[in-house]
């Protein structure tokens, strides 16, 4: 038997928010980005093929050894489907983005972040 990648959220032409309670458990903005990733179900191979960069370079990405453009970000956001970095952001600075109320087609269970 063959297995496949159901994602939890796959990808949307608006993304959406991701829970806030997830969002506040977030420490930096790697650990939004793994978020951002960990909601979409996608293998960080998946990713990279969606979004045209490799596989080295979206581990890279995923561990903080590599930067992140904003273009890069932005498109990483609409392929998952979520906007967990920029929440972060704005978490950060302290300021509300005046998104609506996260979907609730989204599984809600605790996720690992890295650190």
């Known amino acids: ?17 991701a829970p806030d309670q ?6 930096s903005a790697r650990q939004a980005l ?3 990733i960990s909601l979409s179900g996608y293998s960080d191979e998946r990713v990279a093929e969606l979004v ?5 370079h979206m581990s ?3 561990n903080g050894s590599a930067s992140l453009s904003p273009d890069l970000r932005l498109r990483l956001m609409f392929v998952f489907g979520n906007t967990a970095p920029l929440q972060y952001d ?14 609730r087609r989204v599984d809600t269970k ?6």
């Open 34 to 36: 793994a978020l951002c």
């Open 22 to 27: 997830l969002i506040r458990q977030c420490t």
């Open 90 to 103: 704005a978490m950060v600075m302290g300021v509300s983005l005046g998104l609506p109320e996260q979907d």
């Open 1 to 17: 038997m063959r297995q496949v990648e159901i994602p939890i959220m796959g990808p949307t032409k608006q993304p959406i928010p």
């Open 60 to 62: 890279k990405i995923r």
């Open 52 to 56: 045209g960069i490799s596989k080295g």
């Open 110 to 115: 605790p996720v690992e972040t890295a650190q």
